[in-house]
């Protein structure tokens, strides 16, 4: 089971990353060496994490930045989150970019 693993594994590899698992013994070491190094350590998948929930949290409109903009940033914090299984729900990303919005928008908001 463990040679068909590795052969697995290795067929999908091109050659810089089979030199980097060509060392392991098991198929479960293969994956353990590509795992921390395309994905990180729990310590970095935190770090990440933390990270980008600060930037959610801090997030708010730019000067001069149009609505288009603003979702653009927006949906690469969440779909970045998201990738590090860190979800909020549609009502929480709502009223997060509500909430962002300058006082101009506030007519539109209120109507919301």
Not at 35 to 63: C, P
Not at 88 to 111: D, F, Q
């Amino acid at each position: 089971l463990n040679a068909k693993a590795k052969h697995v594994i290795i067929c999908a590899l091109n050659s810089n990353e089979f030199n980097r698992v060509s060392s392991c013994a098991t198929a479960k070491e293969m994956w353990d060496r590509l795992e921390v190094t395309y994905e990180g350590t729990n310590q970095v998948k935190d770090a990440k994490i933390n990270m980008l929930v600060r930037e959610y949290d801090m997030f708010s409109m730019k000067e001069n930045e149009n609505i288009s903009g603003l979702f653009v940033r927006f949906t690469n914090i969440i779909n970045s989150l998201q990738s590090l299984n860190k979800c909020y729900t549609n009502s929480e990303m709502v009223r997060k970019i509500l909430r962002c919005l300058p006082k101009s928008w506030m007519p539109k908001v209120t109507a919301i």
